[in-house]
C-alpha cells in the first residue's frame, strides 16, 4: 500500500514544529521532520523512500533560493534532503533513505531479504555514479546546459551503455522495477535521474533517451508515491527549458506543486 502526501506550496518562514501528514504512524512513537525541496532529485529519494514505506512525518519545505537562517544551523548543512529523527539530525540522501528503511521494519522494507535480490540492488546503486555522469554529459555537462544541442555519438552511446545496465536488471528480474515487482532502494536511489536526464533531453536537446526504459518510466508514473513527488511533467520541462537547468530552483523560487517559477 503506498500513502501519498499532497505537497506544499509555500515555504517555511520559521523552523515549524507538529503539522504531521496522515500516514502510518513510526513504531515506538518516533518523529520523523523532514526538510526538502521538492524539485530536488536528491530530496526526492528520502520522499520516495518515507512514502513507500508510508511513514508519517512533518514535512518542511526549504525555499532554497533564498535560505530561513535557522536552518544550517539546525541542521549542519545547507544542503537539502535532512531529517530529524527524534529531534537528531540526518544528512545525506542515501544514508537517510538506508536508516529509515532499517529503522522503520514494521513497514515495507526497502532491501530486499534474498541475499541475490540484495546483492543486484547493491550493485544498482553502485553503478549510480556511472549513470548520472552519462546523464550529466547527455546534457552538456553540468546542472545548467546549452538549450538546443543535440548529444554527439559518443555522448548518446555512454547513455545507453549507462542503461543498458538497468534495462539488463528489469529483464532479469521480471520488471516492471528495477529489481523485481516492487520498488527497491536501487529504484529509490536512480529514478529521480533518471525521469529528469529523460525530460531534461527531451525539451533541451529534442532527443528521446527512453528506448527500453519506457515501459520503466510507465510503471514508475503509476505508483501513488512517484506522483505525489514527481512534478507535473509538462510544467517541469518548460521550467527546464526556459532556464537551461536542472537545478534552477536554487536560484529562483519554486515548488513541486508549482514548478514553474512566476
Same mark, same amino acid.
Given at each position: 500500500?503506498?500513502?501519498?502526501?499532497?505537497?506544499?506550496?509555500?515555504?517555511?518562514?520559521?523552523?515549524?514544529?507538529?503539522?504531521?501528514?496522515?500516514?502510518?504512524?513510526?513504531?515506538?512513537?518516533?518523529?520523523?521532520?523532514?526538510?526538502?525541496?521538492?524539485?530536488?532529485?536528491?530530496?526526492?529519494?528520502?520522499?520516495?523512500?518515507?512514502?513507500?514505506?508510508?511513514?508519517?512525518?512533518?514535512?518542511?519545505?526549504?525555499?532554497?533560493?533564498?535560505?530561513?537562517?535557522?536552518?544550517?544551523?539546525?541542521?549542519?548543512?545547507?544542503?537539502?534532503?535532512?531529517?530529524?529523527?527524534?529531534?537528531?539530525?540526518?544528512?545525506?540522501?542515501?544514508?537517510?533513505?538506508?536508516?529509515?528503511?532499517?529503522?522503520?521494519?514494521?513497514?515495507?522494507?526497502?532491501?530486499?531479504?534474498?541475499?541475490?535480490?540484495?546483492?543486484?540492488?547493491?550493485?544498482?546503486?553502485?553503478?549510480?555514479?556511472?549513470?548520472?555522469?552519462?546523464?550529466?554529459?547527455?546534457?552538456?555537462?553540468?546542472?545548467?546546459?546549452?538549450?538546443?544541442?543535440?548529444?554527439?555519438?559518443?555522448?548518446?552511446?555512454?547513455?545507453?551503455?549507462?542503461?543498458?545496465?538497468?534495462?539488463?536488471?528489469?529483464?532479469?528480474?521480471?520488471?516492471?522495477?528495477?529489481?523485481?515487482?516492487?520498488?527497491?532502494? @536501487?529504484?529509490? #536511489?536512480?529514478? &529521480?535521474?533518471?525521469?529528469? =536526464?529523460?525530460? !531534461?533531453? /527531451?525539451?533541451?536537446? %529534442?532527443? +528521446?533517451?527512453?528506448?527500453?526504459?519506457?515501459?520503466?518510466?510507465?510503471?514508475?508514473?503509476?505508483?501513488? @508515491?512517484?506522483? #505525489?513527488?514527481? &512534478?507535473?511533467?509538462?510544467? =517541469?520541462?518548460? !521550467?527546464? /527549458?526556459?532556464?537551461? %537547468?536542472? +537545478?534552477?530552483?536554487?536560484?529562483?523560487?519554486?515548488?513541486?506543486?508549482?514548478?514553474?517559477?512566476?
Amino acid at each position: 500500500m503506498y500513502v501519498s502526501y499532497q505537497p506544499q506550496t509555500k515555504f517555511a518562514e520559521i523552523a515549524p514544529r507538529g503539522s504531521a501528514d496522515a500516514m502510518r504512524a513510526p513504531a515506538n512513537g518516533a518523529q520523523i521532520t523532514f526538510f526538502t525541496h521538492g524539485l530536488c532529485p536528491y530530496a526526492q529519494r528520502v520522499a520516495l523512500a518515507l512514502n513507500l514505506k508510508g511513514l508519517a512525518h512533518e514535512l518542511i519545505e526549504i525555499d532554497l533560493s533564498n535560505k530561513p537562517s535557522w536552518y544550517e544551523q539546525r541542521l549542519g548543512t545547507s544542503l537539502v534532503p535532512a531529517i530529524e529523527l527524534d529531534g537528531s539530525p540526518f544528512t545525506e540522501s542515501l544514508d537517510i533513505c538506508r536508516l529509515v528503511d532499517d529503522r522503520f521494519t514494521e513497514a515495507p522494507a526497502l532491501l530486499p531479504k534474498d541475499k541475490e535480490l540484495r546483492k543486484a540492488v547493491e550493485a544498482l546503486i553502485m553503478h549510480g555514479p556511472r549513470l548520472e555522469s552519462a546523464g550529466w554529459r547527455l546534457l552538456g555537462g553540468s546542472w545548467s546546459f546549452p538549450r538546443k544541442s543535440r548529444p554527439s555519438d559518443a555522448v548518446r552511446r555512454g547513455w545507453e551503455g549507462a542503461v543498458d545496465t538497468l534495462t539488463t536488471s528489469v529483464r532479469q528480474h521480471g520488471g516492471p522495477f528495477l529489481v523485481g515487482d516492487s520498488p527497491t532502494l @536501487a529504484d529509490v #536511489a536512480l529514478a &529521480p535521474f533518471i525521469a529528469r =536526464f529523460e525530460l !531534461a533531453a /527531451s525539451v533541451c536537446c %529534442s532527443y +528521446d533517451t527512453t528506448g527500453e526504459l519506457r515501459e520503466y518510466l510507465d510503471a514508475l508514473d503509476a505508483l501513488d @508515491a512517484w506522483r #505525489a513527488t514527481f &512534478p507535473e511533467r509538462d510544467a =517541469f520541462g518548460r !521550467a527546464i /527549458s526556459r532556464y537551461g %537547468s536542472l +537545478d534552477y530552483f536554487d536560484f529562483h523560487t519554486a515548488t513541486l506543486a508549482q514548478p514553474m517559477p512566476e
